[in-house]
């Protein structure tokens, strides 16, 4: 499976941008872009996907480079709750071998400041 | 969407027994997955639950050590066996939605302690 890199941590105030990096610069041409979070003591929530086109969502916006070898996850106003790891993930189209498995990297842990 | 359950919530067991975690969906899914969490740790995927067959298990886990049944589209269980406190993780139960993002739904977790 191709790998993503994030940084381990990152940290924003409440209400500012937040814009988390995701480098994967193996990526196949079939594979999707996958942002999913876990918050304290919870499982892990979608959050956004994409292949090619910058997506925008109620949750987040994913601006996805032209040569698709990284992403950006940006939140666009950091509230409190958005506290949590956040894994980039890229998964396979329907019938190849990654299908339907989410291969979770170490994320990145986002603090937000009041 | 889809809502899942997971039981018990947690559990402290002792070295050397089992415990049986169930899974429990609102509606028929196609793909049910395990994952095991260490502390501190990402998750990792254990075994692809199939409906009706043997589990399909990743490398590193094998069938003895956490035998999956899965006896219909919205139910499945996930046996930790002969457990030492290495075992200790949070083990959570996962579906793949059918809805045009194909998401991927979580349980609440599992978490066992083995003393």
């Known amino acids: 499976d191709a790998k993503t890199t994030q940084p381990n941590s990152m940290e924003s105030n409440e209400e500012e941008p937040v814009h988390l990096p995701c480098n994967h610069s193996?990526?196949?041409?079939?594979?999707?872009i996958h942002w999913y979070r876990q918050l304290p003591s919870q499982g892990p929530e979608y959050v956004i996907h994409?292949?090619?086109s910058n997506v925008n969502n109620r949750m987040a916006s994913l601006a996805i480079a032209e040569d698709r070898k990284s992403s950006t996850l940006i939140l666009h106003r950091a509230t409190l709750r958005d506290a949590a790891v956040y894994y980039c993930?890229?998964?396979?189209?329907?019938?190849?071998?990654?299908?339907?498995?989410?291969?979770f990297g170490q994320g990145t842990i986002l603090t937000v400041h009041p | 969407s889809a809502v899942i359950s997971q039981k018990p919530s947690r559990d402290i067991c002792q070295r050397g027994t089992s415990l049986t975690i169930q899974c429990q969906v609102d509606?028929?899914?196609?793909?049910m997955f395990w994952y095991r969490q260490q502390p501190g740790q990402s998750l990792t995927l254990i075994a692809t639950?199939?409906?009706?067959?043997?589990?399909?298990?990743e490398s590193g886990f094998v069938i003895d050590k956490f035998p999956i049944s899965r006896p219909n589209l919205t139910f499945s269980t996930l046996t930790v066996s002969n457990m030492s406190p290495e075992d200790s993780s949070i083990y959570l139960c996962?579906?793949?939605?059918?809805?045009?993002?194909?998401?991927?739904?979580f349980g609440p977790g599992t978490r066992l302690t083995v003393l």
């Open positions: 996962s579906v793949r939605g059918t809805g045009p993002y194909n998401e991927q739904f």
């Open positions: 193996t990526i196949s041409g079939t594979d999707y």
């Open positions: 994409g292949l090619t």
């Open positions: 993930i890229l998964r396979g189209l329907a019938g190849g071998t990654s299908y339907g498995k989410l291969t």
């Open positions: 509606s028929q899914v196609t793909m």
């Open positions: 639950a199939n409906q009706g067959s043997e589990a399909t298990y």
